[in-house]
């Protein structure tokens, strides 16, 4: 009877055990050693902050709003905001965690830098009807973290010193620094003028065309370059939002603008002097506004109308050409590309004229590939002898589905080889290496 106890009393200390290892130590959050859970300072999502106040270790207070689902400065200036800017610090505000309580009921913010705060970063989220605000103070001994609190509390705390750079945000921080506002993808001229020269291109379809100072093709992705540079393009700081005397700063006369059209619509930069830290004044023409640039802008804005000229020599390709003619001296050969029939029939290339005959046609595909591939080296200018009035070679091809047809004639002088267009002005200098492999390849289809 004695044992029968014993084992009821260490039953039932078994079973009491188990209970609480269950129902204590198994709810217990478990952390890393040393590591201790932090507390989120808000309980809120950066999606739903509509209003900020931000004011700075210098002390100047700017007012976002958001509308539409975009920010917008209201004060100290009515301005667009940089976007990116702003969702940073909505987004550091919905995330920000204390790394370590200082003091719970702090008696003497002086010795944290709070007694007067550094930054003082303020939001409302939708409905709230008052701003919640944190302060910053000093940095700690070690310069990890910052001292800090909210406004309505005495509680110190301690945040990551790296979101000083985040929330202490000037105005000109805040506000959108693109230097011109458009849409790009209905961008389809541009216009660039100096005191020497004016260029100007135009876009038909998907193609850009040179129009000043000659008619050309355009090198596509040179002209996108560009409007991408003016799109992405960035005061550097702001000079005055009311210009009162454009011509301290260059800008009644500019030395230099840029011009997008979208049809109706244009939007034009002016780049005038430079300004005492090296940079350069400029404008949008539409704002009374004057800011600087770098000056690596103006350097591109100025380059010469060939830099933004096509430099293929041929528009087609050996998978879409049909036709070609090839005139060397008083010899003329035409070939054409025959189409396939049957069963994984491929289509082939067959000499036309003077005779008919098959080609071979690895070496046709060869010849193809250099000749397409030839691309301008630099522009001859209008005096240079070019050899082009006796050409030595001329190749005439119709492609994608005979639809199109372009003409190009080949010239030497002396060492150098030329190419010219039909209906394209300007001569193109060529590698001479390239060209001489071009004409291997032909002598190879005899």
């Given at each position: 009877?004695?044992?029968?106890?014993?084992?009821?009393?260490?039953?039932?200390?078994?079973?009491g055990l188990v209970a609480y290892i269950y129902f204590v130590e198994s709810r217990k959050t478990t952390?890393?050693?040393?590591?201790?859970?932090?507390?989120?300072?808000?309980?809120?999502?950066?999606?739903?902050?509509?209003?900020?106040?931000?004011?700075?270790?210098?002390?100047?207070?700017?007012?976002?709003?958001?509308?539409?689902?975009?920010?917008?400065?209201?004060?100290?200036?009515?301005?667009?905001?940089?976007?990116?800017?702003?969702?940073?610090?909505?987004?550091?505000?919905?995330?920000?965690?204390?790394?370590?309580?200082?003091?719970?009921?702090?008696?003497?913010?002086?010795?944290?830098?709070?007694?007067?705060?550094?930054?003082?970063?303020?939001?409302?989220?939708?409905?709230?009807?008052?701003?919640?605000?944190?302060?910053?103070?000093?940095?700690?001994?070690?310069?990890?973290?910052?001292?800090?609190?909210?406004?309505?509390?005495?509680?110190?705390?301690?945040?990551?010193?790296?979101?000083?750079?985040?929330?202490?945000?000037?105005?000109?921080?805040?506000?959108?620094?693109?230097?011109?506002?458009?849409?790009?993808?209905?961008?389809?001229?541009?216009?660039?003028?100096?005191?020497?020269?004016?260029?100007?291109?135009?876009?038909?379809?998907?193609?850009?065309?040179?129009?000043?100072?000659?008619?050309?093709?355009?090198?596509?992705?040179?002209?996108?370059?560009?409007?991408?540079?003016?799109?992405?393009?960035?005061?550097?700081?702001?000079?005055?939002?009311?210009?009162?005397?454009?011509?301290?700063?260059?800008?009644?006369?500019?030395?230099?603008?840029?011009?997008?059209?979208?049809?109706?619509?244009?939007?034009t930069l002016q780049i005038g002097k430079k300004a005492p830290d090296g940079t350069l004044y400029a404008?949008?023409?539409?704002?009374?506004?004057?800011?600087?640039?770098?000056?690596?802008?103006?350097?591109?804005?100025?380059?010469?109308?060939?830099?933004?000229?096509?430099?293929?020599?041929?528009?087609?390709?050996?998978?879409?050409?049909?036709?070609?003619?090839?005139?060397?001296?008083?010899?003329?050969?035409?070939?054409?590309?025959?189409?396939?029939?049957?069963?994984d029939a491929t289509e082939k290339w067959r000499q036309v004229s003077p005779a008919a005959r098959e080609?071979?046609?690895?070496?046709?595909?060869?010849?193809?590939?250099?000749?397409?591939?030839?691309?301008?080296?630099?522009?001859?200018?209008?005096?240079?002898?070019?050899?082009?009035?006796?050409?030595?070679?001329?190749?005439?091809?119709?492609?994608?589905?005979?639809?199109?047809?372009?003409?190009?004639?080949?010239?030497?002088?002396?060492?150098?080889?030329?190419?010219?267009?039909?209906?394209?002005?300007?001569?193109?200098?060529?590698?001479?290496?390239?060209?001489?492999?071009?004409?291997?390849?032909?002598?190879?289809?005899?």
């Amino acid at each position: 009877m004695r044992g029968f106890r014993s084992t009821l009393v260490l039953l039932a200390i078994l079973i009491g055990l188990v209970a609480y290892i269950y129902f204590v130590e198994s709810r217990k959050t478990t952390t890393p050693a040393g590591e201790e859970a932090k507390q989120k300072v808000f309980s809120v999502a950066a999606d739903k902050i509509v209003e900020l106040s931000v004011k700075p270790a210098s002390g100047e207070e700017t007012v976002l709003k958001r509308a539409d689902g975009s920010w917008q400065i209201v004060q100290p200036v009515q301005s667009a905001a940089d976007q990116a800017e702003v969702s940073g610090i909505t987004t550091n505000l919905a995330t920000l965690e204390i790394q370590r309580v200082v003091d719970e009921n702090a008696g003497d913010l002086k010795q944290y830098g709070l007694a007067e705060p550094r930054v003082d970063v303020g939001f409302k989220a939708t409905g709230d009807k008052d701003f919640h605000h944190l302060l910053i103070g000093d940095k700690t001994a070690t310069g990890g973290d910052l001292y800090a609190r909210l406004q309505s509390r005495k509680k110190v705390f301690l945040v990551s010193a790296f979101l000083e750079s985040t929330f202490s945000r000037s105005t000109f921080d805040l506000r959108d620094k693109a230097v011109l506002t458009f849409d790009r993808n209905r961008v389809d001229s541009v216009a660039l003028a100096s005191l020497d020269k004016k260029v100007e291109l135009a876009k038909s379809g998907e193609d850009w065309s040179l129009t000043r100072p000659i008619e050309a093709r355009a090198d596509f992705g040179a002209v996108e370059g560009l409007i991408g540079r003016l799109q992405t393009a960035q005061m550097k700081s702001l000079v005055t939002t009311e210009a009162k005397d454009l011509e301290e700063y260059g800008l009644d006369k500019p030395d230099l603008s840029a011009t997008l059209g979208a049809g109706s619509a244009r939007a034009t930069l002016q780049i005038g002097k430079k300004a005492p830290d090296g940079t350069l004044y400029a404008r949008d023409a539409s704002r009374p506004l004057v800011f600087t640039v770098e000056a690596g802008l103006a350097d591109e804005l100025e380059k010469p109308s060939d830099d933004y000229r096509r430099k293929d020599v041929f528009e087609f390709r050996p998978y879409n050409a049909n036709r070609l003619e090839i005139t060397r001296g008083t010899d003329t050969l035409v070939f054409e590309k025959t189409e396939a029939s049957g069963k994984d029939a491929t289509e082939k290339w067959r000499q036309v004229s003077p005779a008919a005959r098959e080609v071979d046609g690895p070496k046709m595909d060869e010849f193809l590939t250099k000749l397409t591939n030839l691309r301008t080296q630099s522009w001859a200018a209008a005096s240079a002898k070019t050899g082009l009035d006796k050409p030595v070679l001329t190749a005439s091809a119709r492609f994608d589905d005979g639809k199109r047809l372009e003409r190009v004639a080949f010239g030497k002088a002396g060492p150098d080889v030329y190419a010219s267009r039909t209906g394209e002005a300007g001569a193109a200098k060529l590698d001479s290496v390239e060209f001489d492999a071009v004409m291997k390849a032909l002598d190879a289809l005899k």
